[in-house]
C-alpha cells in the first residue's frame, strides 16, 4: 500500500483502529457531509474523537450508532 500525503487509505483503519470522516462515509454508504452533520447535531450525535483538528471515530461507536438509528427493530 503506497501513502500519499493527500491519498486516502486503509491506514487509520490499520494503525490505530480509528476512522476518519471518509471511512465512516464509505462504510455507511452516506456522503461525508451526512457523517458531519450525525457527528455535529445537538441530539444523540455520532459520538467522536477530537485529536488536534482531526476527528476520528471508533468502529465500535459507529455501529452501535447504526443499530440504534435502525428502523424496524
Known amino acids: 500500500m503506497q ?3 493527500n ?3 486503509d491506514y487509520n ?3 490505530t483502529g480509528l476512522l476518519d470522516t471518509e471511512d465512516v462515509a ?3 454508504k452516506v456522503c461525508e457531509r451526512t457523517v458531519t452533520y ?3 447535531r445537538k441530539k ?3 459520538p467522536h474523537v477530537r ?4 476527528v476520528r471515530f471508533i468502529p465500535e461507536d459507529v455501529e452501535a450508532f447504526i443499530r440504534a438509528h435502525r428502523i424496524g427493530k
Open 3 to 5: 501513502i500519499t500525503e
Open 7 to 9: 491519498s486516502s487509505t
Open 13 to 15: 483503519d490499520a494503525t
Open 26 to 28: 464509505r462504510r455507511a
Open 38 to 40: 450525525w457527528r455535529d
Open 44 to 46: 444523540d450525535p455520532l
Open 51 to 54: 485529536l488536534g483538528r482531526a
